[in-house]
């Protein structure tokens, strides 16, 4: 039988797949990405022959020597015989990789769509083009699922990202070859494509062959299932967005997710995938996440970004930048930890002879104290037992009414903890259970500071 690539003219397959739905007559040109392979050759000869206003962007990065110079300049002849606009680069491409400490195709990569965006704003462009196709998209579909990947891994490449389009995700390798053939499109081949030193060239040379042989039409019938992927991430994402609205309570900086209300969703471990992922949080992090459902206060997980505290009732989602959050984990002393506001000091001594009597200096008995305590903004329904009162429970809003504490030094009070007890208002009353006694031998000594402007 034959496959519905054939059926048709690659350039009548453009008109319909893509210009007819994505093109609007009388916008800017598009900047298309042209490296002088057949795939964007190809692409720079539709968009010619279906008379779409287009400039050419090429980049050479220097990783081929006299090879990669044939092709800068057959693109430039191709752009010049067509009145094209033509822009091109250079880059030190190994430099460029060593400084950064990334992979030479990384590299490649991150430069390539920098100098794209630039160019592309320089020049009025409207969107970018790459020439990416449905066997790209098998493979880095394929490369996804291998290496694990949630629901969006499953749509591959899209469509559109950001100002960047991929025309010819239609289309598949055998008809951009079979157009290029018959219309007499100059490309040059890159020889590093025919070997698999790369992952994409292992599954393109190693993979797709295998598959192919059992499922002829798998390239159609995957390209399909993509769309169909698509789709349904769009409900996916409807779904968690909702979730989301019902668990995730900002307040201030930090985000809270009541543990009882989270452990009733279903499914529990892809909603808590969700909701932490765009924090930073791996799948590899999941089980530990979800142990922290069963566990005491205190203990967390860490991203390089985020912190995940369980904290009494509640995970708090906070900045590990402490500035940007208003609940820090002290995991031990001494340390120093710098707020938008102050910086706190902590250290253990032996009891000094004479304790300190500044109200910013806080001296506890260590045989009270377990790591890790928490250092965080008050709130609402916070209580101690302040020192001199003869263990008279106290609640802060109560105390800063009493101490004449003004609205706007309130919003900044800190309170550290330790075990669910309140120890210290910050710069204010130490907490009765925690204060020195004749028979203590060590002191957590803790000095908040206010910042110098």
Not at 31 to 57: E, P, R, T
Not at 326 to 352: D, M, N, Q
Request: some cysteine.
């Amino acid at each position: 039988m034959k496959n519905w690539h054939t059926d048709m003219d690659l350039l009548k397959q453009f008109g319909l797949n893509w210009k007819n739905k994505h093109f609007t007559a009388g916008e800017a040109p598009v900047l298309l990405a042209v490296s002088g392979g057949g795939d964007s050759m190809v692409m720079a000869s539709l968009f010619l022959q279906s008379n779409i206003k287009f400039a050419v962007a090429h980049c050479n990065f220097q990783l081929r020597g006299e090879e990669a110079d044939k092709d800068e300049e057959l693109v430039r002849d191709w752009c010049g015989q067509n009145n094209i606009s033509f822009y091109n680069t250079r880059f030190d491409t190994k430099k460029m990789s060593a400084d950064w400490k990334k992979g030479t195709q990384e590299t490649a990569r991150i430069l390539r769509y920098e100098w794209l965006e630039l160019i592309r704003i320089e020049n009025s462009c409207s969107k970018i083009a790459t020439a990416h196709h449905a066997n790209d998209n098998i493979e880095t579909l394929l490369m996804n699922l291998f290496k694990g990947t949630g629901i969006s891994g499953m749509h591959a490449i899209p469509l559109t990202n950001g100002f960047i389009i991929r025309p010819l995700l239609f289309a598949q390798k055998e008809d951009i070859v079979e157009y290029a053939k018959t219309n007499n499109i100059p490309y040059r081949d890159d020889a590093s494509n025919a070997t698999d030193a790369y992952l994409r060239n292992a599954v393109r040379l190693h993979i797709m062959p295998v598959v192919k042989q059992w499922f002829p039409n798998a390239v159609q019938h995957v390209s399909e299932s993509i769309e169909r992927f698509s789709q349904a991430e769009e409900l996916y994402k409807k779904a968690i967005e909702q979730e989301r609205k019902k668990l995730m309570e900002q307040r201030g900086p930090d985000i809270y997710i009541p543990i009882r209300k989270l452990k009733l969703r279903s499914p529990l471990e892809t909603i808590c995938y969700e909701l932490f992922a765009p924090y930073g949080f791996s799948s590899a992090q999941l089980p530990h996440i979800l142990s922290l459902l069963d566990a005491e206060s205190g203990h967390l997980v860490s991203s390089a970004t985020h912190h995940i505290i369980r904290n009494r009732d509640f995970l708090v989602l906070t900045n590990v930048h402490t500035e940007d959050t208003g609940l820090i984990l002290v995991e031990a002393a001494p340390c120093r930890i710098e707020t938008g506001k102050y910086h706190f000091t902590f250290s253990i001594e032996t009891k000094p002879k004479n304790i300190p009597t500044a109200t910013n200096i806080a001296c506890l008995d260590m045989k009270g104290i377990e790591f890790p305590l928490i250092l965080r903004k008050w709130k609402t329904g916070d209580y101690f037992y302040p020192l001199g009162m003869g263990m008279k429970k106290k609640k802060l809003s109560n105390f800063f009414i009493d101490t004449k504490v003004p609205l706007h030094e309130k919003e900044q009070t800190w309170v550290l903890e330790c075990n669910k007890r309140i120890a210290w208002i910050a710069s204010m009353r130490l907490d009765e259970r925690f204060k020195i006694k004749a028979n203590t031998e060590q002191v957590l000594i803790v000095t908040c500071e206010v910042k110098e402007k």
